[in-house]
């Protein structure tokens, strides 16, 4: 990846099939930048592992999960969405946007349009520009 170029990473819950058909879709172009991958479930994201994104050279960070209360681990998506929201209170902690972590649920209604609320996101971190850590931390900046 250029220096000048953001990252943004994408992971989503394996359960939400539209979210996994991208992923897996060899001929589908994500934003330059974007970095999709797949999460077991989105219950296991921790606060400290979107941090990582960040100190690895990110951007931004997007969680997708399934709708609240249809979780495969009944909970566990709104855990997650707690768990991101403490890792956007520590980024406005250390002077960063917080809005650079965001969790989203995606209802059934929004289940198509997951392609524009990827480019929707990263076109957001794209006008805050680069992350004043970047580079700073082990792996930072690099490709």
């Given at each position: 990846?250029?220096?000048?170029?953001?990252?943004?990473?994408?992971?989503?819950?394996?359960?939400?099939?539209?979210?996994?058909?991208?992923?897996?879709?060899?001929?589908?172009?994500?934003?330059?930048?974007?970095?999709?991958?797949?999460?077991?479930?989105?219950?296991?994201?921790?606060?400290?592992?979107?941090l990582?994104?960040?100190?690895?050279?990110?951007?931004?960070?997007l969680?997708?999960?399934?709708?609240?209360?249809?979780?495969?681990?009944?909970?566990?998506?709104?855990?997650?969405?707690?768990?991101?929201?403490?890792?956007?209170?520590?980024?406005?902690?250390?002077?960063l946007?917080?809005?650079?972590?965001?969790?989203?649920?995606?209802?059934?209604?929004?289940?198509?349009?997951?392609?524009?609320?990827?480019?929707?996101?990263?076109?957001?971190?794209?006008?805050?520009?680069?992350?004043?850590?970047?580079?700073?931390?082990?792996?930072?900046?690099?490709?």
């Amino acid at each position: 990846m250029a220096e000048n170029e953001l990252k943004v990473v994408v992971r989503g819950c394996h359960n939400l099939v539209p979210y996994r058909k991208l992923v897996t879709d060899r001929q589908h172009r994500w934003p330059r930048g974007v970095e999709a991958g797949l999460l077991p479930c989105s219950s296991k994201v921790e606060a400290h592992q979107v941090l990582k994104f960040f100190e690895q050279g990110a951007d931004g960070a997007l969680i997708l999960a399934c709708p609240l209360g249809a979780c495969r681990l009944v909970e566990g998506n709104r855990r997650a969405a707690k768990r991101v929201g403490y890792a956007a209170e520590w980024l406005d902690e250390i002077g960063l946007e917080p809005v650079r972590v965001r969790f989203v649920a995606v209802e059934p209604d929004r289940a198509g349009d997951l392609t524009e609320l990827i480019s929707e996101f990263y076109q957001e971190i794209v006008d805050l520009g680069p992350t004043p850590i970047r580079g700073s931390g082990p792996g930072g900046g690099e490709s």
